[in-house]
């Protein structure tokens, strides 16, 4: 909610100028930034480009268009948690008071940034490496079509794909691991998503590299390219998708790991807030699955409409809606504090 109010006063701000029309005579002055505000917001994004590249692909920061981080390493969350806790510091050392009203916005909106993604990294949400809307196969699948932020423009642009995509399956034999962890310690997917996931990997896994979606920017190879870089791009393409990325989407993560995620899958999942304001992770399983709701004390609405689930002729349609909604419980807790500060 702070978000959206921010981001509405921010719109709301930025739009008024436009309305009011001022006079040259009666314009405000712009007011610059607080060098020491402006200077740790050039950093933080110099830092979090580096961290982040495919963030900074899709911000048409173009320097890190070769790279691929391992987000799913305990190294990666140190390196994030890392430069979150730094900057946060860094932001407390400047003393909010003395800044005007627009730097003390951006001050806030930094700050709950900052304290929101330390929070994040608290919860064991990196067992759940992606789901069917959202996570690096899907990511990858749209900047690799090359009609993305991903440029194939000039031959190092593809040559950049292409040493991108060979850090792939390192991400994913991560994500396998990753989600075994989380077979252990019982944090899974409900099987409902888990089933809408397999099929969207086995339509990124063909067996044919030019029917696959990663064979996009060879169809589009500029006609300047001399016939020696066509030629060379093409077998390149075509080994990487056969070599890198197949086995990587295919057999291996869809075949081992979330069919076995399916099997031990949980019909729900959802959160309760304890004392020290961490987000427990509670399943409700299979049949069992009222029971353990009542058990844990879900609301009274979803208590009702799961009753009312056992006798009606649209139990499963209805059951899967909740699933879906469930899935996304963890960020329910954060969200309802957030309204309420």
């Keep these: 909610m702070k978000q959206l109010l921010l981001a509405g006063c921010l719109v709301a701000g930025l739009a008024a100028p436009a309305l009011a029309q001022p006079t040259r005579a009666n314009a405000p002055k712009a007011v610059a930034m607080s060098a020491p505000l402006a200077a740790l917001f050039t950093n933080y994004w110099e830092e979090q480009a580096r961290l982040y590249p495919l963030q900074a692909t899709a911000q ?55 304290t929101t993604r330390l929070a994040g990294l608290k919860q064991p949400t990196w067992t759940m490496p992606f789901t069917q809307f959202s996570g690096l196969p899907i990511e990858l699948a749209q900047l690799g079509a090359g009609t993305g932020a991903q440029p194939f423009k000039t031959v190092q642009d593809y040559d950049n794909w292409l040493t991108r995509v060979r850090q792939f399956p390192a991400w994913a034999d991560t994500a396998v ?31 044919d590299p030019t029917q696959s979606v990663f064979y996009g920017p060879i169809k589009q190879l500029p006609a300047s390219f001399s016939a020696a870089d066509k030629q060379r791009l093409i077998a ?72 009312y689930e056992e006798k009606s002729p649209f139990r499963t349609v209805l059951a899967n809606a909740f699933r879906d909604c469930l899935a996304v419980q963890p960020l329910l807790p954060r969200l309802a504090l957030t309204a309420s500060a």
């Excluded at 295919?250 to 081992?256: C, I, K, Y």
């Excluded at 699955?289 to 009274?300: I, T």
């Design 60 to 114: 048409g920061d173009n320097r890190y268009n070769d790279q691929l981080p391992n987000s799913g390493t305990r190294d990666f969350r140190e390196q994030q948690r890392s430069l979150y806790a730094r900057y946060q510091g860094q932001l407390a050392r400047i003393d909010r008071r003395r800044l005007g009203a627009a730097d003390q916005t951006s001050y806030d909106v930094f700050q709950y940034e900052m």
């Design 177 to 207: 691991a990753d989600f075994r962890q989380g077979m252990r310690t019982g944090v899974v997917l409900p099987k409902v998503l888990v089933q809408k996931m397999i099929p969207q990997l086995e339509a990124l896994a063909v067996a």
């Design 236 to 307: 390149a393409y075509e080994q990487a998708i056969r070599t890198q990325l197949v086995p990587a989407l295919g057999a291996e993560a869809a075949a081992t790991v979330f069919v076995k995620v399916l099997v031990t899958g949980k019909a729900a999942l959802y959160t309760r807030q304890d004392r020290d304001d961490q987000a427990r992770y509670y399943l409700a399983m299979g049949t069992d699955s009222l029971r353990e709701l009542r058990q844990y004390r879900v609301p009274q609405v979803v208590e009702d409409r799961t009753v």
